[in-house]
């Protein structure tokens, strides 16, 4: 079974708003983290942001904050005021339990325009 | 920079020679995990390294894939007899410790071509 899902292959947003993407996740562990990344056009993987499953806020890093709903499994990444170089692909990511792998989704594919 | 090294960024290899591809961590990070990604996927676990020791392989494949992590020295993915299939891009990815809210840091990555 997928333990990360992303449902939106590519997503257009317009230059200075919001867009919201899409992470669910299957676990039966209580302990896990759940990350997200940028991959540019030139590749490199960037981290972004971390959420733990005990954390009770939301993590916010700057322009990025993930909106976690732990009783539907999701964990959505919120961009704010969206610029042109937030153009990339997106993968959500999840570390279950003591486990150190990371179990990455398919990624989405955001398009800011200008 | 700081960051997690790799290198070459890109390989081109014809099929059955041997691919080599190297990570230096970031400095104070012990802990070195590889990664393959291939065309429009998400990255796949291959294995996870401390110093000297393989802690976890089970991503990788049995035959023609070997990893180390020596005392001194980078990382090294080491691919015998090449395929087409190994073309994929190759992440090494590096954390302070094993604990899971520590997050791992990826390198560029290395981009294998097989012809």
């Known amino acids: 079974a997928q333990k990360i899902t992303q449902t939106q292959p590519g997503m257009f947003v317009q230059e200075k708003e919001a867009v919201t993407l899409d992470c669910t996740y299957d676990?039966?562990?209580?302990?896990?983290?759940l990350f997200w990344y940028k991959q540019p056009s030139s590749g490199e993987m960037i981290f972004l942001i971390y959420?733990?499953?005990?954390?009770?806020q939301n993590a916010t890093e700057g322009r990025y904050s993930l909106n976690f709903q732990k009783a539907r499994k999701s964990a959505n990444l919120v961009i704010s005021a969206s610029q042109l170089g937030d153009s990339a692909m997106y993968f959500c990511?999840?570390?279950?339990?003591?486990?150190?792998?990371?179990?990455f989704g398919a990624g989405t594919t955001v398009t800011v325009r200008a | 920079n700081a960051g997690v090294m790799q290198n070459p960024r890109h390989l081109v290899r014809r099929r059955g020679q041997e691919a080599r591809l190297r990570c230096s961590p970031m400095?104070?990070?012990?802990?070195v995990y590889w990664y393959r990604q291939l065309p429009e996927e998400g990255l796949k676990f291959m294995v996870y390294?401390?110093?000297?020791?393989?802690?976890?392989e089970s991503g990788m494949p049995k035959e023609r894939f070997s990893a180390e992590f020596p005392k001194e020295g980078p990382s090294i993915l080491r691919i015998q007899q090449v395929v087409r299939g190994d073309s994929a891009a190759y992440f090494c990815?590096?954390?302070?410790?094993?604990?899971?809210?520590?997050?791992?840091?990826f390198g560029d990555g290395t981009r294998l071509s097989i012809l």
């Open positions: 990815a590096s954390s302070y410790s094993g604990d899971g809210n520590q997050p791992q840091h």
């Open positions: 676990t039966s562990d209580q302990s896990y983290g």
């Open positions: 959420q733990g499953s005990y954390d009770e």
């Open positions: 990511a999840m570390r279950e339990g003591n486990d150190y792998k990371l179990s």
């Open positions: 400095k104070g990070h012990s802990h």
């Open positions: 390294l401390q110093k000297e020791n393989i802690i976890d």
